[in-house]
């Protein structure tokens, strides 16, 4: 799936395009088979364990994060421009430079958000 800025997009379903994306694919189990649930083997934030081993959801179609709350402080604390709203979500500005890299690991291997 590649949403382009100025061109077309596209969704090759069945292959890889190598134009878009290169490296491979990892799989990791469902925990949950009717929702896309998986085990959350470790979160580092700026390199540091949280401590936290939980079950977290892939879902492509969601614009934020949600986590345990002691997770989600400890992620809040460490961003300076993290403010917290009235409905208790914390807000990080785009602009944001000094946010530390976010590495979940799942199934082994780890993704970092930097």
């Known amino acids: 799936?590649?949403?382009?800025?100025?061109?077309?997009?596209?969704?090759?379903?069945?292959?890889?395009?190598e134009a878009h994306y290169t490296g491979d694919f990892a799989?990791?189990?469902?925990?949950?088979?009717?929702?896309w649930e998986v085990a959350l083997d470790s979160l580092l934030v700026g390199g540091k364990a949280t401590g936290s081993t939980a079950k977290a959801i892939v879902d492509?179609?969601?614009?934020?994060?949600?986590?345990?709350?002691?997770?989600?402080?400890?992620?809040?604390a460490a961003i300076p421009s993290a403010k917290k709203n009235v409905a208790g979500e914390y807000i990080v500005d785009c602009d944001e430079s000094a946010a530390p890299d976010l590495t979940f690991t799942l199934g082994g291997v780890g993704y970092t958000l930097s």
């Open 1 to 17: 799936f590649y949403l382009g800025d100025e061109a077309d997009g596209e969704l090759l379903i069945g292959g890889v395009d």
């Open 27 to 35: 799989y990791v189990p469902l925990s949950q088979l009717s929702y």
């Open 60 to 76: 492509s179609g969601t614009s934020l994060l949600a986590g345990p709350s002691e997770d989600v402080e400890v992620i809040a």
